[in-house]
T-cell receptor, first 111, second 113 residues
Framework: GDSVTQMEGPVTLSEEAFLTINCTYT??????LFWYVQYPGEGLQLLLK?????DKGSNKGFEATYRKETTSFHLEKGSVQVSDSAVYFC??????????FGQGTELSVKP | DTAVSQTPKYLVTQMGNDKSIKCEQN?????MYWYKQDSKKFLKIMFS???????INETVPNRFSPKSPDKAHLNLHINSLELGDSAVYFC????????????FGPGTRLTVL
């Protein structure tokens, strides 16, 4: 079945460091890909998405490019802030709106 | 204005009890979902309704019964609660079924003692 694998956390960075969180997927067909963010004690927020190969999703300085050849959708940000500390989830949707999530990657940014 | 709201936010109850969680969205979406997040933060879909019709029913024990009285509401009733039901339950909604769930509620933390 379809699945999503993310890099293990926690990831700890200093403020203004470069962030990469790796995400790879296994799916039939052409899924849409998503990144969600969960701040402590809150629900999930859609961060960005891409619906077809080579699409780049971007929001709040975060970017991810849908790479069909490597089945990847890595999340990047050039300069992280303390306020970016959260858990990040990669997900895919193939049919019926059902989201299949990766295990989540906790990011901690230190001042 | 809250886009997707859930009540209650916290629910603590004894094993064997029956409880309900309510969800409402004011976004005009036609598709609503229930997701379960376990203690390791792993998220898994439970149910999905489109225009009040059940379209996704994952392998969830039949102690869990969703009900959608209208497109803006999706409730979750759980019978005979077990320790393993302890989790955070998230409601979500979307317009249509092709684009994943765009909006999640704040979650209901259920603790079964």
């Amino acid at each position: 079945g379809d699945s999503v694998t993310q890099m293990e956390g926690p990831v700890t960075l200093s403020e203004e460091a470069f962030l990469t969180i790796n995400c790879t997927y296994t799916a039939t067909g052409y899924p849409s890909l998503f990144w969600y963010v969960q701040y402590p004690g809150e629900g999930l927020q859609l961060l960005l998405k891409a619906t077809k190969a080579d699409d780049k999703g971007s929001n709040k300085g975060f970017e991810a490019t849908y790479r069909k050849e490597t089945t990847s959708f890595h999340l990047e940000k050039g300069s992280v802030q303390v306020s970016d500390s959260a858990v990040y989830f990669c997900a895919l949707s193939n049919q019926g709106g059902k989201l299949i999530f990766g295990q989540g990657t906790e990011l901690s940014v230190k001042p | 204005d809250t886009a997707v709201s859930q009540t209650p936010k916290y629910l603590v109850t004894q094993m064997g009890n029956d409880k309900s969680i309510k969800c409402e969205q004011n976004l005009g979406h036609d598709t609503m979902y229930w997701y379960k997040q376990d203690s390791k933060k792993f998220l898994k879909i439970m149910f999905s309704y489109n225009n009040k019709e059940l379209i996704i029913n994952e392998t969830v024990p039949n102690r869990f019964s969703p009900k959608s009285p209208d497109k803006a509401h999706l409730n979750l009733h759980i019978n005979s609660l077990e320790l393993g039901d302890s989790a955070v339950y998230f409601c979500a909604s979307s317009l249509g079924t092709s684009g994943g769930a765009g909006y999640f509620g704040p979650g209901t933390r259920l603790t079964v003692l």
